[in-house]
T-cell receptor, first 112, second 115 residues
Framework: GDSVTQMEGPVTLSEEAFLTINCTYT??????LFWYVQYPGEGLQLLLK?????DKGSNKGFEATYRKETTSFHLEKGSVQVSDSAVYFC???????????FGRGTSLIVHP | NAGVTQTPKFRVLKTGQSMTLLCAQD?????MYWYRQDPGMGLRLIHY???????AKGEVPDGYNVSRLKKQNFLLGLESAAPSQTSVYFC??????????????FGDGTRLSIL
């Protein structure tokens, strides 16, 4: 079946540091890929998405590129802020499946 | 622009009590989901629905029941609450997939404690 593997956290960075959160997946066919962000006390919200190979999703300074050859969708940001502290989830949806597959989530802590 | 609304936001129950969590979405989405989130466990799917009048079991359905009598509402019931059901419960909805798969929209959660 489908699966998503994320790097374990927490990831702790200083403000303005470069961020990478790794995500790899296994899936049949050509899934759509998503990054969700969960701020403390809130539900998950879509951060960015990509629907086909080599697509780059971007939002709020975050980027991720759909790499079919390495089955990866790593999340990056050039300069993190304290307000980016949250839990980040990588997820996929495969055609024909009603149920998306989520990674376990990666906690990001950004210090001033 | 409400999106997905969950009620209540917080609840404390005693073991053996029953309750119903309500999820309402105003986006005319076909698919709806109930998850629970526990520390270190990520999101686990309890039940889901692919349309009005339909429900199906997810990864951890035991101890829960659901109903989808109206397209916009998805109810999660605990018939006899147990301490192991202490968790944060999230409802999500999404559009029917077309050429591409659609993302989910989540509510803000219900924090449930069973004493």
């Amino acid at each position: 079946g489908d699966s998503v593997t994320q790097m374990e956290g927490p990831v702790t960075l200083s403000e303005e540091a470069f961020l990478t959160i790794n995500c790899t997946y296994t899936a049949t066919g050509y899934p759509s890929l998503f990054w969700y962000v969960q701020y403390p006390g809130e539900g998950l919200q879509l951060l960015l998405k990509a629907t086909k190979a080599d697509d780059k999703g971007s939002n709020k300074g975050f980027e991720a590129t759909y790499r079919k050859e390495t089955t990866s969708f790593h999340l990056e940001k050039g300069s993190v802020q304290v307000s980016d502290s949250a839990v980040y989830f990588c997820a996929l949806s495969s055609g024909g499946s009603y149920i998306p597959t989520f990674g376990r989530g990666t906690s990001l802590i950004v210090h001033p | 622009n409400a999106g997905v609304t969950q009620t209540p936001k917080f609840r404390v129950l005693k073991t053996g009590q029953s309750m119903t969590l309500l999820c309402a979405q105003d986006m005319n989405h076909e698919y709806m989901y109930w998850y629970r989130q526990d520390p270190g466990m990520g999101l686990r799917l309890i039940h889901y629905s692919v349309g009005e009048g339909t429900t199906a079991k997810g990864e951890v359905p035991d101890g829960y029941n659901v109903s989808r009598l109206k397209k916009q509402n998805f109810l999660l019931g605990l018939e006899s609450a147990a301490p192991s059901q202490t968790s944060v419960y999230f409802c999500a909805s999404r559009e029917m997939d077309g050429f591409v798969n659609q993302p989910q929209h989540f509510g803000d959660g219900t924090r449930l404690s069973i004493l």
